[in-house]
Nanobody, 128 residues
Framework: EVQLAESGGGEVQTGGSLRLSCARS????????VGWFRQAPGKEREVISW????????YYTDSVKGRFTIFSVNAGNTVYLQMNDLRPDDTAVYYC?????????????????????WGQGTQVTVST
């Protein structure tokens, strides 16, 4: 079973940047479908972004378009979420997620509810 480990969270001021990392391990395929979610206090977990290797596609929710960028390195061993121009409403616990399998686009991945593997989460706090 795939294991995911997030890192890179922290506290920044409004307008600042952070880069979150998702280190993947114990995967058996060179293809991947990996995403980032977040959950703010009192709110439901929401999808932020997905990246797929085959086909090579990305997806961003409207609230982060133009500010966040998802990308992978080392053949998908690590997936990053570069977050720029952070705002207080970006404050949340951020989770890395992976859907086993391939062949669907990042947009299609937003409709898949299971199975999904999750990381443990990393806290991002944006102060005014």
């Amino acid at each position: 079973e795939v294991q995911l480990a997030e890192s890179g969270g922290g506290e920044v001021q409004t307008g600042g940047s952070l880069r979150l990392s998702c280190a993947r391990s114990r995967f058996t395929s060179s293809d991947y479908t990996v995403g980032w979610f977040r959950q703010a206090p009192g709110k439901e977990r929401e999808v932020i972004s997905w990246i797929t290797s085959r086909p090579s596609t990305t997806y961003y929710t409207d609230s982060v378009k133009g500010r966040f960028t998802i990308f992978s390195v080392n053949a998908g061993n690590t997936v990053y979420l570069q977050m720029n121009d952070l705002r207080p409403d970006d404050t949340a616990v951020y989770y890395c997620a992976e859907i086993p399998g391939s062949g669907f686009t990042a947009a299609q991945a937003t409709q898949i509810k299971s199975p999904i593997y999750w990381g443990q989460g990393t806290q991002v706090t944006v102060s005014t």
